[in-house]
């Protein structure tokens, strides 16, 4: 139960830094996001791993790094902590924030943006918490925390910068439930990082292997 208590914790307090630093409009919200999540991962590696994305557990679990047993769990407890912290943003601004791709780019171009910052930040994680080579490393929560700024800076203005399917659907649904939001995004936020996972579960048993 700990264990999920964490994701549940950690992927709520992730979600809520989004939507208040994107709620403000500043040009350095990616930093606050980074930080956040960072703080977070150092929080609870110890205890969960620290996912906090199901498309991260997807990747440990392919890369067998986390028991089959664990999935489902650290799914529920993920979206239910993002829906949680959309909603608590929702009731805190007064208005649902919910990422949403550039009018200039295709659908498959955000998708593609999603999809490799996605790759970027399970293949950070499976090498930086999960391999051996790295075992007791005190670097793990920063390597972490800047992929994610790295990927919201460079990333965000294009796709929107879930990088994550708990921060797609849950701000998604809050706002569909509690302003009538559109849900036509949402298969964005979970295609791409599924696609970014399991992409980076193969790279990552290459580099095993070659280790």
Request: hydrophobic fraction near 55%.
């Amino acid at each position: 139960m700990k264990k999920y208590l964490t994701e549940f914790i950690g992927t709520f307090f992730l979600v809520f830094i989004i939507c208040l630093a994107v709620a403000r409009g500043t040009d350095i919200a990616w930093l606050a996001i980074g930080a956040g999540l960072m703080v977070m991962v150092y929080m609870g590696g110890p205890v969960s791993g620290a996912h906090y994305n199901p498309a991260v557990s997807i990747a440990l679990w392919l890369s067998r790094k986390m028991p089959a047993s664990d999935l489902l769990p650290y799914f529920g407890a993920q979206f239910a902590g993002a829906v949680a912290a959309g909603a608590a943003a929702n009731w805190i601004l007064g208005r649902a924030i919910t990422p949403s791709p550039s009018p200039e780019v295709t659908a498959v171009q955000a998708l593609t943006v999603e999809s490799l910052f996605t790759f970027a930040l399970c293949l950070v994680v499976l090498n930086v918490a999960t391999a051996k080579k790295a075992a007791g490393n005190s670097y793990f929560g920063l390597a972490i925390g800047f992929t994610v700024a790295a990927a919201a800076f460079a990333g965000g203005p294009i796709s929107g910068g879930a990088f994550n399917p708990a921060v797609g659907v849950g701000t998604i649904l809050v706002s569909a439930v509690a302003a009538k939001g559109s849900l036509a995004n949402l298969w964005l936020y979970i295609v791409g990082p599924c696609i970014g996972a399991i992409a980076a579960s193969w790279a990552f048993r290459v580099q095993e292997a070659d280790a």
